[in-house]
């Protein structure tokens, strides 16, 4: 997560953020003979992906219904809107060409074939 958008000095905490990131990734992740992709290559495994601070994620999150009440459906509806849309979605796709996996919003996540 990082700081709302409106933060003082977001800007300059998520590039530090990214650059320690590269900094770790290049001591233990690639090997002397390997090209280490570009700090500014934004599909790169280090480069992150910055979820800003949701409100509605705070505290105690109930992901089903607690009761059979309009309100209860409102609110789980816009739970999952704010969970299942950009920027979790960007994580999403990372994730599944991390693991070798097809991302179709409209679909099922599937495995990729050879």
């Given at each position: 997560?990082a700081p709302a958008l409106r933060e003082t000095g977001?800007?300059?905490?998520?590039?530090?953020?990214?650059?320690?990131?590269?900094e770790i990734f290049q001591e233990n992740y690639y090997?002397?003979?390997?090209?280490?992709?570009?700090?500014?290559?934004?599909?790169?495994?280090?480069?992150?992906?910055?979820?800003?601070?949701?409100?509605?994620?705070?505290?105690?999150?109930?992901?089903?219904?607690?009761?059979?009440?309009?309100?209860?459906?409102?609110?789980?509806?816009?739970?999952?809107?704010?969970?299942?849309?950009?920027?979790?979605q960007g994580l999403a796709r990372r994730l599944c060409?991390?693991?070798?996996?097809?991302?179709?919003?409209?679909?099922?996540?599937?495995?990729?074939?050879?």
């Amino acid at each position: 997560m990082a700081p709302a958008l409106r933060e003082t000095g977001r800007v300059e905490e998520l590039k530090a953020f990214a650059d320690k990131a590269y900094e770790i990734f290049q001591e233990n992740y690639y090997y002397d003979t390997d090209v280490v992709p570009n700090i500014n290559d934004s599909d790169a495994p280090f480069t992150p992906i910055v979820l800003p601070m949701q409100d509605d994620l705070r505290g105690d999150i109930a992901l089903f219904a607690r009761d059979q009440s309009p309100e209860e459906a409102n609110r789980l509806s816009e739970l999952v809107k704010v969970i299942t849309g950009d920027p979790y979605q960007g994580l999403a796709r990372r994730l599944c060409r991390l693991f070798g996996r097809s991302f179709d919003k409209n679909q099922d996540v599937r495995e990729v074939e050879a």
